[in-house]
Structure formats: C-alpha cells, structure tokens
C-alpha cells in the first residue's frame, strides 16, 4: 500500500480495513491480523497499528477478546451502517468536486444517472 | 532507555554535538534526522560507547554507557568494516563469538531475506550487498537498543522493502529502534517519533502522527520546513 | 578473551604458515644432506643451504611477527575494520592484552621451537660430520683465551635467546604505544610521524638505561641476559598498562 505521508497512516490503514469488512473480504466474527501481523503487512509502525484497532473498537466495528485476537464485530446492522457511512463520504467527495467544476446539483444528478447507464452497457 | 544529558563532542575547534539532551524510550521506532555532519553519527556512537563526550553523560538504564551496556546496544555503522578474509558464514560466527544474544538460526533467516549467501566472500560484495549483510548481523541480535546508521544507503528501491520489513519485525515494545537516513521518506510509515538534529543541537522530537493529524505535514514537510529549500537531501 | 585471542591469530596465520612451509623444506633438504652424509658432495651443499636458510628463518620469522602485529594494531586503529573489535563488549586492556598475548607467545613460541629445532640440528651436525665439533671447540677454546667468563655453551645460547625474545617482544610493545599515541592523540597534527618515532626512540633508550642501572655490577654472564631479558618483559608489561589506558581514554572508531 502506498501512503500519503501528509495524512494519518492510521486513518489510512483504518479506511484499507474498513472498505474490507464492507466489501466481506473480512466477514463479521472474521479474525483480524493481530497488531504486529498488521504493522509487518502494511509496513507501518506498531504503535501505528495499535492505535488503528483502538480506533475501529471505539466505533464499534471490531472488539478484541483477551488473549484470542481482534474479530470483525458480528453486529451485521452497524456494518450495514458503515457502508452507508463510507457511501455518503464518498459521495461528498463528489458532489464538492463537480461544485468546484460549477455543476449545479441537478445537473451533477444528470451527469451522475447517464453515467451509470453508460457503465450499465459497457 | 537510552538518554544523554547535556552531552557536548567536540573534535579540536569543531562541535558536533552540542548540548544535546535527548531521551529515548523503548516501544518506539526513532527516525534521526538532519543534513549531513549535523551530528547523527557521533551522538550514536557515543551512545554505542565507541566513542567518549566531551562533557555530560550518556545513558543506557540510567547507567553511563560502557563496554558493559554494548552487550544490549547493537549499533550499525555507515560504512562497512569487516576483515578482508571473511566470508558471510565468518562475519556470522564472528558476531556469534562477541554477543551472547546473536542468534545463528534468526541470521540466516535474515540472509534469506536479502538473498546472500554464506559462501559469499564479503570483499567482494557489491556495496549493496554489503549494506544488507550488516543490517542482517545487526538485526539477528536480540538486543534492546538497535542503532542503525544510514540503513538504506546504497540499497536499491526494490530491496529497501525487504529491510523495512525485517527492521520492523524487531521493533516490539519491550525494544527501541534509531534509524538515521538522509532518504527520509522511507521511514515516514515504519517511525513513530522523529528526532531533529541541525549543526550539532537538537531542535525537536515530535510524534509523526501527531504532525500529520495536526499540521498536516509529512516528516519530509517538516525537515523542509526546518531546514530550508537549500538543504534538503537528494 | 579467548574468542579476541582467536581472531588476532586469524589475522596473522598465513605469514606463520609460509615461515612453517620454508622451514620444514629447508629442515628436509638439512636431513637429506645429513643423511647422505660428509663424503657426498650434494650431501654436504644441502646442509649447508638448509642450515643456512633455517638460520634465516629463525631470524626474520621472529623478526617478521612483531612487525606484523605492530602493522595489524595500525591496521585495527586507524581503518573501519577497528569497529570489528572496538563495538565488542571488550574492554581495551582486553583488546590490546590479546594482541600482546598473542604476538608474545608467537615470539616465545616461535623462538623456543627455532631454538629447539637448532639444537637438535647441530646435535645430528656433529654426529655425522665430526671434523665440524674440532672446529667448534677451536672456536670455543679461542673465545674462553680471550674472556675467561666467555663459554659458549648450550646454556648461554638459552639465556641469550631468551634475552633476545624479552627484547624483541619490548621493542613491539614500544610500537604499539608510540603507535596507539600517535593515531589517539596525535592523529592529524603536524609532525605526527616524526613525533611517533622520536617517542619509539626515547622508549628504546629508556629501556636500555633501565637495563644497565639494573643489572648489579659483578654477575654472571648468563645471569646478566637473564636479568636484561627480565627487566624487557617487565618493561613490556607497564608498556601494555600505558597504552590500553591511552586507547580506553582517548580512542575513537
């Protein structure tokens, strides 16, 4: 994975593993890498990663049982929430860039629905 | 764990560490920092106990550094320095008959990651080569304190993976980690803290994520930032 | 101190290996001349190559070690390769006290195996070709009409090898201070090398006085050189003291 050094490797990593539990790659009640397996995987630091499980356990999206590991929280709901989560940053992410284009909300919806139609053929 | 008190080197008129107060603490990778001769190498040797200050104190545990401290401090030099006869298995053995915590079995390990082989001569490893053979030596040593001197140099951008790697295997909680580079963006994800260095004084040691959460600066952004345009490295 | 004792005679095998080469072909062709005897022209031009190259030998072997060790000491302060012993949990008296051991025990081995080895030699020379041992006591008995005190015997040879080993051995030591002073404190400054070698000088003249002032006025000529070869080794002792001192204080990689 390449990183941007001007933005926390932590919320990199932690957006890696969101999108993974999201998409199913790690199912819920999956076991997560342990902390060090996490570093040596990404190539970051230790305490890097320590701090990325801390931070997805305090939004509830894993839980670390003692002595076991870290698991993907089985709670199918709040995935289904991170999702609609993730969607609505995305989709931020778009609108302000067509804003800065000078597209009006209607004509990036425009935009947007003969787009989807064009992927639909491909 | 390793901490210098107010420690001054001077070599006839020049300083190259001045007044340096510094605290290391285990659990941590440390990236030193600065141009050139800003002073990164002779406050690691002293830190190794290769090298006495000129005032204050160097400390390993609390106690002053000393050939008795070299047993849990390993340190790797910029350049290479092995005898002319020696092969890699000979460097190995050499390691094994000075430190009770080098691990045979963990070295050749670590020669499998850099792809070198026992038989090789090390006269006439390439420089490349040679640079890899000493982090493996360094690093097949259990000690608490790895000081590793320039580990990327003249390390090709393919194989600089591979040594991040094994470096970040030993960096566990119970150990500490100082790693000086002028090729500073190899270190942005395997540092925690950064330490600043500029002609011989220390000028800050800041947490890495904290820069990037705060200021939104990289560790390259910041060594730009105190060191200026003029100065920064290839 | 046995594994630093191990690799400074790494360090220096090869150059005993050739001496020990010559020497054994040198010593085989002596016994073939020996062995053919005095009547044998080819006989007598073989003991007298072989005797003549294993003196050589015996005297730039010994020779040759010191030097070597004073080159290696150079060698370990002043290039990368010192990391190789000063990163080690070792101590500098440890470091040095293995390098002085080491070439020690070369010198007084390699001497005591020459001095043996020309015993036996001259032993099995005499034996075979009697006319040399009239020509040996015709020496001996113009020797003892000059000195009365002077004979030369087996015991004489011993303690004048000895002392000559005790005064090799302390010539080396006075290289490896003038040498560890030069590249510790010296290193850089002007005159470095004239300054090294005038310390060497002084040392050597220091040596020599220390000698004669305590040498007692009547004794015994054997005495004498042991009493010399005695105070060499003493001297070789405070030499070490000095420079591991000097290296631990002020030497860096």
Redesign the interface.
Known sequence: MK?D??????LQVATALKQEIVTGYLPPGGKMPGG?DL??Q???????AA?IYQELEREGLCATRRGMGTYVTEDTERIQRLRTEMARAAMDRFLSDLRGLGLSGAEAVQLLETEVQNHAEE | MLKSEDIVRRF?AKTAVDHVTLSLEA???YAMLGPNGSGKTTWM?MA?A???PTEGRMLFQGAPVS??S??HVA?M?T?????S?MTVRDAGR?YD???EDFSMSHYEELLRDMELEMSMKTRTLSSGMAAKLKIALTLARDAQVYMLDEPFNGIDLLAR?QI??CI??E???EKLLLLSSHLV?EM?????RAVFIRQGKLIEVCDL?QL??QR??????RYREIYGHAEVAQ | MK?LL??EF??TWFAKLIFLGITAVAEIAFLIGIALGPAHETGERLVTIGALVLFMVAMFGVFIIGVQSVLTLHRDMNT?????L??????SYQILGAKTLENGLSILLSGAFFFLLGFLDITLLFSRFGTLQQLWDFFQDMLHAINKEITLNTQTILCLTVSFLASWLATVSMAYLADILSSALLN?KRFNGIITFLIFILLSVLLGWLQDVLQPARVAIDAGLLIRGGVSLAFSVLLYCASAWIMD?YL??
Do not use: C
């Open positions: 990183f050094p001007m933005v926390p490797i932590w060090r570093a040596l990404y190539g970051i630091n230790p305490n890097t701090r | 006839g659990g941590h990778v040797k190794a290769l090298m006495k050939v008795e070299r047993r340190y030099s350049e290479p320095y092995f005898y006869w050499y008959d000075f430190f993976d991040r790697a970040l295997r960096a566990t909680p963006e942005e994800a395997i540092a925690d994520e990037r959460e939104q600066q990289s560790m390259a952004d | 594994a191990k690799y790494r360090k990368k390769q010192g990391y190789m000063y990163m080690t949990p070792r101590t850089g204080r860096s990689v």
